[in-house]
């Protein structure tokens, strides 16, 4: 059977050593009890039952150790450029990353995760929300 462009996404991510779960449609809610993929990567197998189950399905990036991944959400609607460059001044500039753009018109800036513990933190500054352990995102080409 032949991928889907959404399957197809999902399984770059796996490869990439990234936590994918599925999303239900049109929605930033999982689709599946997502626990167990806090602390594991799901097989190719796990994947490609979703896709059969699911095959509208968007897909999610759990964040934080499990794949060595911090996310900032920044939400422009709510000041988070400004905020952004307020801290990259206080702070210094981000590395260059990968970048995707929200549904909601903001942007995931995908960074490595520390080697320290690092959790979820909304209002990090107006706009600005970390995603991190206990956290996912909703990654492309997903639609919400």
């Known amino acids: 059977m032949t991928m889907t462009k959404m399957q197809a996404a999902a399984s770059a991510y796996l490869r990439r050593g990234w936590s994918v779960i599925p999303i239900q449609p049109k929605s930033k809610l999982p689709a599946t009890s997502w626990a167990p993929f806090q602390q594991r990567l799901p097989t190719e197998q796990e994947l490609a039952g979703w896709f ?31 905020s952004l460059r307020q801290l990259e001044e206080a702070y210094g500039r981000l590395a260059e990353t990968i970048e995707a753009e929200t549904g ?4 995931h800036l995908y960074l490595q ?6 959790r ?25």
């Open 120 to 144: 979820n933190k909304a209002g990090l500054a107006a706009g600005v929300d970390v995603r991190a352990d206990g956290g996912i995102v909703v990654a492309p080409p997903s639609v919400h």
């Open 52 to 82: 059969d189950r699911w095959p509208d399905m968007n897909i999610g990036i759990v964040t934080g150790a499990v794949s060595g991944l911090v996310v900032l959400d920044v939400d422009p609607r709510h000041g988070g450029e400004a």
């Open 104 to 107: 909601g018109g903001g942007r």
């Open 113 to 118: 995760m520390p080697p320290r513990l690092l």
